[in-house]
């Protein structure tokens, strides 16, 4: 079963830059698209990025278009989010979950699975 690992969220000013990492546990990745998705405080949960399973293929949110890359390295089993021009409203707990082969609409986050604990991203100065 699918189970993926969240790492690389801290405190960082405006304007700057982070690098999430997703990792799986112990299945490979080779099978799966990885999505990330956001929740700040008193909102609801936000699909923000998907990379199909070859890499091929992303799917952004209009909220961190520009702004946020997607990529994935298969033989590290990791798929990263590299986020610059950070913004206040970037704020929140970050997870990742994947799905079979291509990513789904950003909005159906009930169709992705091996949720992490999140890592969590806070954007002040």
């Known amino acids: 079963q699918l189970q993926l690992v969240e790492s690389g969220g801290g405190l960082v000013q405006p304007g700057g830059s982070l690098r999430l990492s997703c990792a799986a546990s112990?299945?490979?990745?080779?099978?799966?698209?990885i999505a990330w998705f956001r929740q700040a405080p008193g909102k609801e949960r936000e699909g923000i990025s998907c990379?199909?399973?070859?890499?091929?293929?992303?799917d952004y949110a209009d909220s961190v278009k520009g702004r946020f890359t997607i990529s994935r390295d298969n033989a590290k089993k990791t798929v990263y989010l590299q986020m610059n021009s950070l913004k206040p409203e970037d704020t929140a707990v970050y997870f990742c979950a994947g799905r079979l082969i291509v990513c789904t609409s950003l909005r159906d986050s009930g169709r992705y699975g091996g949720w992490g604990q999140g890592t969590q991203v806070t954007v002040s100065s």
């Open positions: 990379i199909n399973r070859s890499g091929g293929g992303t």
């Open positions: 112990s299945f490979t990745l080779d099978n799966y698209a």
